[in-house]
């Protein structure tokens, strides 16, 4: 039987990925700012922006099986330089409209078997790099949340978060502009390269399946072993 799963921010990156993973095999919806990238795949498209849009005003499926949540931020900048509103703007962007979008889909959520929801963090907020404040204040809001969610809410539905390191999208082509910064990138990492979407998509799809029923409350660092392995 198929599984209906909504994705936000799902038309490009590491959303797309995993949209183009879970298509054939689920009913998927959609909802983001522009359709452009999804094609031909079997979806149904919703324009939706986060952060003025609410998610009760969709018509979505009474039952909803399946919750990933991709919008997210990279602003690496020394901390002297970040004033206030910065901060305010990610944690609009990667926490307060999660939790708005969360709420507004929580009575679709409990209609499913066991619905599983997936956040995404940051590799920063685990080991802490310089010119990470913003990002990691706001990506660490989002794993106290989701743990504390899963707790409430098992065994109704599973609340998993990705916690990658940097990762081969648009989002951060200034950080992977040119061969010696990729090169450079590459090395930071035991395994010798940075994340590719399909990396990302794959652990998506994993837990958006009955394989992981078993799994709730984690945060899941996929990055290559830079948080855990010390090679230098």
């Known amino acids: 039987m198929k599984k209906n799963i909504l994705f936000i921010g799902g038309s490009s990156g590491i959303g797309l990925e995993a949209v183009k993973l879970l298509a054939a095999d689920n009913n998927i919806f959609v909802a983001?700012?522009?359709?452009?990238?999804?094609?031909?795949?079997?979806?149904?498209?919703?324009?939706?922006?986060?952060?003025?849009?609410?998610?009760?005003?969709?018509?979505?499926?009474?039952?909803?099986?399946?919750?990933?949540?991709?919008?997210?931020?990279?602003?690496?900048?020394?901390?002297?330089?970040?004033?206030?509103?910065?901060?305010?703007?990610?944690?609009?962007?990667?926490?307060?409209?999660?939790?708005?979008?969360?709420?507004?889909?929580?009575?679709?959520?409990?209609?499913?078997?066991?619905?599983?929801?997936?956040?995404?963090?940051?590799?920063?907020?685990?080991?802490?790099?310089?010119?990470?404040?913003?990002?990691?204040?706001s990506k660490g809001a989002i794993e106290g949340f989701a743990k504390a969610l899963a707790a409430e809410y098992a065994p109704s539905f599973r609340v998993n978060v990705i916690a990658p390191s940097l990762t081969n999208t648009n989002l951060a082509k200034k950080l992977l502009s040119s061969e010696d910064k990729i090169d450079k990138m590459n090395n930071r990492h035991p395994l010798k390269r940075v994340g590719e979407a399909h990396d990302i998509a794959n652990l998506t799809a994993f837990l958006l399946s009955d394989k992981s029923s078993w799994m709730t409350g984690q945060i899941i660092g996929l990055d290559g072993g830079v948080s855990t392995l010390n090679i230098n």
């Open 32 to 137: 983001s700012r522009t359709s452009e990238n999804l094609g031909e795949l079997e979806v149904r498209h919703y324009e939706f922006d986060v952060l003025k849009d609410s998610i009760e005003d969709l018509e979505l499926p009474a039952t909803i099986d399946g919750f990933v949540y991709c919008p997210g931020s990279i602003n690496l900048k020394p901390f002297k330089m970040l004033k206030p509103e910065v901060f305010e703007q990610e944690l609009q962007l990667n926490f307060i409209s999660l939790i708005k979008t969360v709420q507004g889909i929580i009575p679709k959520l409990k209609n499913s078997e066991q619905a599983s929801l997936i956040f995404f963090s940051t590799v920063a907020v685990k080991i802490g790099m310089p010119f990470h404040t913003s990002v990691a204040a």
